[in-house]
Each structure stands twice: as structure tokens, then as C-alpha cells.
């Protein structure tokens, strides 16, 4: 059985979790395997929107570009989450790009047959509007740090956030993830030289550090006060 076929591993993606047996099974002949090379976009900012992606393995990159190699970060996405649902709701164009930073396994579902899908489950409809109001609510966090906090404090809140979700070593916390300093000033919205700045403050203050070659929050608690409002 194919991957997209397996209901199996349908029942092991958040979005597809609350249906039942039968629609798992609607939903697997509507599904389609997809791959991507490290590399490889996905779809670009204001393309027309064809359909739906989950993420099966691999990390996905959401951002957007502004002239020259300035460009903002919205999200990166990983097994069991999904993303271009806005456009098909939205009935508009894509608002960001998408990047396979790894090699990706998706599955694609196509903008008529994933509309039907909400129409007909309103559990699927129900989690997805949460999703997207978890997303907003985010985008609306986003928008007050630029305009209300300086970038020391945006550095400290997003590596607070990323430690919070990483593995624990002794006191503190490895970030969620392996992130270049490009990773993170994409994710701020800045350049590699304010952020290294930022960074190396953070770091004679005893709040960040490096082990193994990977960024680690010796005490989460005391940069979490330094990124608070």
C-alpha cells in the first residue's frame, strides 16, 4: 500500500486524527505522495494555490522575501503539520513561500477535493480553524515585538521559545532544532550582524552558550524573563 493509501498513518496526523475510519479512507484515495530535494521550493509567494500539504518527514521553511537577501521567516514545519490552507480558504493566492530545507515527504490533497473534505467533516473544519486562529494569534505576537520590543528582547522570547520545546541537558535546554544564525535572523526579521550582536550580548550574560556545536540555554527561566513584556 502506498503511503498516501495507508489509513494507518492518516490516523497519525493531527489534522486527519478526529475522523472516522470511513473518511480516513476517503481521505487516503484523495491523498497523493509528494517528495522534495533539500532545496527545492515548494510553491512561491502569490502563486495560485492548488492545494493542501502535511508534512510526512523532513522540515518545511514558510517565509517571504523582500528584495535582495532580506527575507522573514514565518514557521518551520515538520512531520504531522500541514500548510497552504489559507489561499484554498481564502480562495487567493499563496501569502509566503514554502522551501524543503530537507528532503520532504508530503502528502498533497487538491483544492476541490480538500474543500469537500471540510465541508462534510466538521471536525476536520473545527481543528483546522483552530490551527489557523493558533497561527494568527502568533503572526498578531509577531507584529507587537517588532513594533514594542527592541531586538535583545526578540532574540531573548524566540530562543526562550525554541528551548522551551528542545531537550532537556542538565539545568537548561537545547533549542528545538539545529538553527544557523541566517535561521534565526530570517525568524526575527533582522540580518546576521544585529543578530550576532544580540547574540554575543546573551552570551557574556551567561543566558546562552554553545554545546556540541548547538545552541543551548543554560537557565530558560532567566532568558524567558528577558524576552517578557
Same mark, same amino acid.
Given at each position: 500500500?502506498?503511503? +498516501?493509501?495507508?489509513?494507518? =498513518? *492518516?490516523?497519525?496526523?493531527?489534522?486527519?486524527?478526529?475522523?472516522?475510519?470511513?473518511?480516513?479512507?476517503?481521505?487516503?484515495?484523495? +491523498? &497523493?505522495?509528494?517528495?522534495?530535494?533539500?532545496?527545492?521550493?515548494? /510553491?512561491?509567494?502569490?502563486?495560485?494555490?492548488?492545494?493542501?500539504?502535511?508534512?510526512?518527514?523532513?522540515?518545511?521553511?514558510?517565509?517571504?522575501?523582500?528584495?535582495?537577501?532580506?527575507? &522573514?521567516?514565518?514557521?518551520?514545519?515538520?512531520?504531522?503539520?500541514?500548510?497552504?490552507?489559507?489561499?484554498?480558504?481564502?480562495?487567493?493566492?499563496?501569502?509566503?513561500?514554502?522551501?524543503?530545507?530537507?528532503?520532504?515527504?508530503? =502528502? @498533497?490533497?487538491?483544492?476541490?477535493? /480538500?474543500?469537500?473534505?471540510?465541508?462534510? %467533516?466538521?471536525?476536520?473544519? /473545527?481543528?483546522?480553524?483552530?490551527?489557523?486562529?493558533?497561527?494568527?494569534?502568533?503572526? %498578531?505576537?509577531? *507584529?507587537?515585538?517588532?513594533? @514594542?520590543?527592541?531586538?535583545?528582547?526578540?532574540?531573548?522570547?524566540?530562543?526562550?521559545?525554541?528551548?522551551?520545546?528542545?531537550?532537556?541537558?542538565?539545568?537548561?535546554?537545547?533549542?528545538?532544532?539545529?538553527?544557523?544564525?541566517?535561521?534565526?535572523?530570517?525568524?526575527?526579521?533582522?540580518?546576521?550582524?544585529?543578530?550576532?550582536?544580540?547574540?554575543?550580548?546573551?552570551?557574556?550574560?551567561?543566558?546562552?552558550?554553545?554545546? %556540541?556545536?548547538?545552541?543551548?540555554?543554560?537557565?530558560?527561566? &532567566?532568558?524567558?524573563?528577558?524576552?517578557?513584556?
Amino acid at each position: 500500500m502506498a503511503p +498516501a493509501g495507508d489509513v494507518r =498513518l *492518516l490516523k497519525r496526523i493531527p489534522l486527519f486524527s478526529p475522523l472516522p475510519a470511513r473518511d480516513l479512507a476517503a481521505v487516503a484515495r484523495l +491523498a &497523493k505522495p509528494r517528495s522534495y530535494r533539500a532545496g527545492e521550493t515548494i /510553491f512561491l509567494k502569490s502563486q495560485a494555490a492548488d492545494g493542501l500539504y502535511v508534512v510526512l518527514s523532513g522540515r518545511v521553511k514558510i517565509f517571504t522575501a523582500a528584495g535582495g537577501r532580506k527575507k &522573514k521567516t514565518f514557521s518551520w514545519l515538520k512531520r504531522g503539520d500541514f500548510f497552504g490552507e489559507m489561499a484554498l480558504i481564502e480562495g487567493a493566492s499563496r501569502s509566503a513561500a514554502a522551501l524543503a530545507e530537507e528532503d520532504v515527504q508530503a =502528502l @498533497f490533497i487538491g483544492q476541490a477535493d /480538500f474543500r469537500r473534505l471540510l465541508l462534510s %467533516n466538521p471536525a476536520l473544519l /473545527f481543528y483546522l480553524l483552530k490551527i489557523v486562529c493558533r497561527r494568527l494569534r502568533l503572526a %498578531n505576537e509577531a *507584529l507587537e515585538d517588532l513594533l @514594542f520590543r527592541n531586538l535583545l528582547g526578540r532574540a531573548a522570547k524566540t530562543l526562550s521559545s525554541l528551548a522551551q520545546k528542545g531537550s532537556r541537558a542538565g539545568g537548561g535546554r537545547f533549542l528545538d532544532g539545529d538553527y544557523s544564525q541566517r535561521d534565526l535572523a530570517e525568524l526575527l526579521g533582522t540580518s546576521r550582524e544585529p543578530l550576532s550582536r544580540a547574540l554575543a550580548a546573551l552570551k557574556r550574560a551567561g543566558l546562552v552558550g554553545e554545546k %556540541n556545536g548547538r545552541i543551548f540555554v543554560p537557565r530558560p527561566e &532567566k532568558l524567558a524573563a528577558l524576552g517578557a513584556p
